[in-house]
């Protein structure tokens, strides 16, 4: 059953006031609602009133006081239709329900011992009936009562107003939370944890307790949220001018979760992935997902919570500005040019290619069976891009007028992406009717971009087309910004029309030429196109290998840098997979020789800033390159990769180890950006080195293996010894598992680096993994671990031409579905690439997967393969 945007209807009536009780007992829960009803003036007065309600176990339903007749109402496990309410009413219901038993993760689950929820989008009804919509916006009160030895610790929404003892060891507490919120921003949790408090100052000078809650035995890894948070909240006020709203501010960190994390109100809930870090356990970017993390939570505060979705199609209203808002936060905390980067590689790395296939979807979509599986790069990334596209067209000023306008215009309300829009272009007077486009119309745009001189004037002539995409076959011209840079033959930018040298040209037609005059000088300029990655968009501008070069030598722009980069390595694998076998070697010499020059001069400059350095000489992932080949090619893309990668090592064999050498720290670990820049420096050059097959390195990475006092360092050893076969690495792994055995977030990577070496033997390895007594099918962070891992970072073994890959897939796939449908769901999408596949490797996963769905599966798992299916 499709739904559909167009058939949005707003609620038949209101819940002013939800009263929750809800008692945990050790096989089941009992949920008590009290619901104040009030039919909405504007309401159908015949309709009836109609209650989500999954998997629910009713006890009793009674009306203002008096049980109501069973005459009167249906439930027919999905949703409950009670007839013949009185305009204004108080319901009850009393349902029981079981968390020990939920392994979906949805509505009230156990984790380890603690009682804990997930809600958005639809899983506040499987704890109780209740409209669960996000325009349907309430004050929660909330009575938990549970065993007081086992869960002393009982948490909700807001702020804690009474608590008691009840007979047998039990106990209450009640949770009161002042703000208005739809159903999916509930959140519950009983356990018993240890606490990290600190405080933090408003602006206006209001304390707010902040309290980051775990297991007694992750205490120590919680400073690195707690100082994110702080700064989350300092951030938002300085650049948003918002401020935080309740007098506590609480995170709880759980093992079993399906997500990076949740913005509950007031109670946000953390995979514990994204919030534990310490530098023994915690690698660089595991630091650095949680600063980004924290930040994206804390600011849905304001966009996601005091201003939230109409209806799920407006997902991205929340997701896609809370993107934008938390990649600027760690753009500010670390150095902003790197931080770009990352992001356009995981948008171009991931959303582009969700654009090409099956899955391909519009920002506000307009229809969907699971809302579940819409929680995509699209939505967020593409979304985060559309959010920041507006803040290049209108200015920081502007953009800041237009979120003003919009938080206090929409301030406790459920609103649409058009009203963010409306605001934006209220705020800055830019006629923006155009851009809305980007919101409805799948795909990524095609930015075709010719340069020539013309009457003393260099002429650039941009052409944009978006191909189509299932159920979208014509697409319209879309309103963009492009910045833009010319580079003079001496490496400086030239003067442009505007008197500036860099600037930003609004391109609304499929076609439109721009001059720009050059006051007598005949060369043509070296244009430096889509700076900062201004529109997400496919350039297409044939730069000459010299261009190239050039920018890479001498543009000031991080983005246009690397692009040009990678284009130089896109094009020396491209050129390798047409050399036959034998000959790969010789001509990835030459290959390494001609990109040697400019290598040499980004490690020469790499103490200014070491990681931008490691992002320049890193070559794309074999996903990468394989998705801009016609079919995927994925073991032609590894041996050429990979001869590439020794070639290069070979040749600047001397000036790796001086990186190496140049970027080992003294003291003491610390997550900061300049030395993770040179830590990422430092483990790129140990990779060329492990690609070059340099005989010193296997005793060098062991030593740093035993030696390491932080996890990047000893992680990165382990992955190099073990994915390069060297010696000692079977040691190596044995007495990491024996070091971390007890660490779950440490042994995930344990599992990741062995279902990630490269090859088809591999699939064994896996196989080994999955009937691993660490393995367990019921948490996600170890299931993404192994399959993730094996799928999205493993081309060659997920690819074996055996289909031996995609039978261990669609096999596990199946059993995850029956345990956990939306993360399985989630893990299908890495089949996407069906269509892409040569022909037989598409007849073997296609048929693997076909097998999956001759049993029933779950509407969250049956929605993504028949997409797919359906494409091949
Ligand atoms: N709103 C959460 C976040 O982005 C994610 C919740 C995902 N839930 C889901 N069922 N997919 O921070
Ligand atoms: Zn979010």
Redesign the pocket.
């Known amino acids: 059953d499709l739904i559909r945007l167009a058939d949005y209807q707003a609620p038949v009536f209101h819940v002013p006031r939800t009263s929750l009780d809800v008692a945990l007992y050790d096989d089941y829960s009992r949920v008590t609602t009290t619901l104040e009803l009030e039919r909405r003036a504007d309401a159908d007065p015949a309709a009836d009133y109609v209650f989500d309600g999954v998997e629910l176990a009713l006890c009793r339903l009674e009306v203002d006081g008096q049980p109501w007749p069973k005459a009167q109402y249906d439930y027919d496990g999905e949703r409950l239709v009670i007839r013949g309410l009185p305009e204004r009413c108080t319901l009850l219901t009393e349902v029981t329900i079981k968390p020990h038993l939920n392994t979906a993760l949805?509505g009230l689950y156990m984790s380890r011992g603690m009682f804990c929820t997930?809600c958005?989008?639809e899983?506040f009804r499987r704890i109780t009936f209740y409209p669960d919509r996000p325009d349907v916006l309430s004050r929660f009160v909330t009575t938990i009562r549970a065993d007081k030895a086992r869960f002393p610790l009982l948490l909700s929404n807001g702020n804690p107003v009474a608590r008691g003892e009840e007979a047998d060891g039990r106990h209450w507490v009640t949770w009161e939370d002042p703000h208005p919120k739809p159903s999916y921003l509930f959140a519950l949790v009983a356990g018993d944890l240890a606490c990290l408090e600190d405080q933090y100052q408003t602006g206006s000078g209001r304390t707010v307790s902040l309290q980051i809650y775990a297991e007694p035995r992750d205490l120590d890894k919680l400073d690195h949220a707690m100082r994110s948070l702080k700064a989350a909240m300092a951030w938002d006020e300085r650049v948003y001018g918002l401020e935080y709203d309740l007098d506590i501010y609480m995170i709880v960190a759980v093992s079993h979760f399906?997500?990076?994390?949740?913005?509950n109100k007031g109670l946000n809930i953390f995979n514990t992935a994204c919030v534990l870090a310490h530098p023994a356990t915690t690698t660089d970017a595991g630091f650095q997902r949680v600063e980004s993390v924290v930040g994206?939570?804390y600011f849905?505060n304001w966009s996601g919570n005091r201003v939230t979705c109409r209806d799920w199609f407006q997902l991205s209203l929340k997701?896609g500005l809370t993107v934008f808002r938390d990649q600027c936060f760690s753009a500010d905390m670390n150095s902003a040019a790197v931080k770009r980067v990352e992001d356009v590689d995981v948008l171009r790395a991931v959303q582009f290619p969700e654009d090409q296939g099956p899955m391909a979807h519009p920002v506000r979509p307009a229809a969907y069976q699971k809302i579940?599986n819409f929680?995509t790069v699209t939505i967020y990334e593409k979304g985060a891009e559309l959010v920041r596209m507006q803040h290049e067209l209108l200015g920081a000023e502007r953009f800041r007028a237009g979120t003003d306008l919009y938080f206090r215009r929409f301030d406790g309300q459920a609103v649409t992406t058009d009203d963010f829009l409306d605001c934006m272009a209220e705020a800055s007077g830019l006629d923006l009717q155009q851009f809305r486009r980007w919101y409805d119309q799948a795909g990524t745009p095609h930015l075709a971009v010719q340069g020539h001189i013309e009457q003393g004037d260099y002429v650039l002539t941009f052409r944009q087309w978006t191909p189509p995409t299932p159920g979208q076959p014509d697409k319209q011209p879309l309103m963009m910004p492009v910045r833009l840079a010319l580079f003079g033959a001496d490496g400086q930018r030239l003067p442009l029309p505007d008197g500036s040298t860099e600037t930003v040209l609004v391109l609304t037609q499929e076609e439109q030429s721009f001059r720009f005059p050059l006051h007598g000088q005949k060369e043509a300029p070296v244009p430096s196109l889509l700076r900062g990655f201004s529109a997400p968009v496919e350039l297409d501008y044939a730069f000459t290998t010299e261009q190239l070069h050039f920018l890479l030598a001498h543009d000031d722009d991080g983005y246009s840098r690397w692009d040009a980069a990678q284009r130089l390595y896109h094009a020396a694998v491209t050129r390798l997979l047409s050399v036959p076998g034998e000959a790969v070697r010789a001509a990835a010499e030459d290959e390494a020789a001609a990109l040697a020059p400019a290598l040499r001069q980004v490690l020469a400059r790499a103490d200014d800033d070491a990681a931008a350095a490691a992002l320049l000489l890193t070559l794309p992932s074999e996903q990468a390159l394989a998705d801009r080949l016609p079919e995927l090619d994925v073991d032609g893309v590894h041996r050429a990769r990979e001869a590439l990668r020794a070639a290069i090592g070979e040749q600047l064999s001397s000036l790796w180890w001086q990186a190496e050498q140049n970027n080992t720290l003294a003291g003491p670990y610390r997550p900061v950006a300049a030395d993770i820049g040179r830590r990422s420096l430092r483990h790129c050059a140990l990779a060329y080195l492990a690609a070059a097959g340099d005989a010193r390195l296997a005793g060098h990475l062991t030593v740093l293996f035993q030696q390491a006092d932080n996890m990047t360092d000893q992680l990165g050893a382990l992955r190099l010894l073990v994915h390069y076969g060297l010696p000692g690495a079977d040691e190596a792994l044995d007495a990491f598992a024996r070091q971390w055995h007890d660490e779950a977030l440490v042994m995930d990577q344990w599992f990741t680096v062995q279902a990630t070496v490269p090859g088809e033997t591999t699939l064994s390895r896996v196989q080994a993994l999955l009937a691993h007594e660490g393995f367990d099918w019921r948490v996600p962070n170890r299931v993404r671990a192994v399959l993730g891992a094996l799928a999205n970072a493993n081309p060659t073994a997920f690819h074996a031409a055996s289909g031996e890959g995609y039978r261990l897939y669609a096999d596990a796939l199946g059993r995850l579905d029956a345990v956990n449908p939306?993360v399985a769901a989630r893990m299908a999408n890495a089949c996407a690439r069906l269509p892409r596949l040569p022909e037989g490797r598409r007849a073997l996963l296609g048929g693997a997967l076909r097998g999956l769905l001759k049993v029933p599966r779950s509407a969250n798992l049956t929605e993504v393969l028949e997409r797919i299916l359906a494409s091949s």
């Open positions: 949805e997930q958005e989008a899983g399906n997500m990076g994390a949740m913005e994206h939570e849905h997701e579940d929680y939306q």
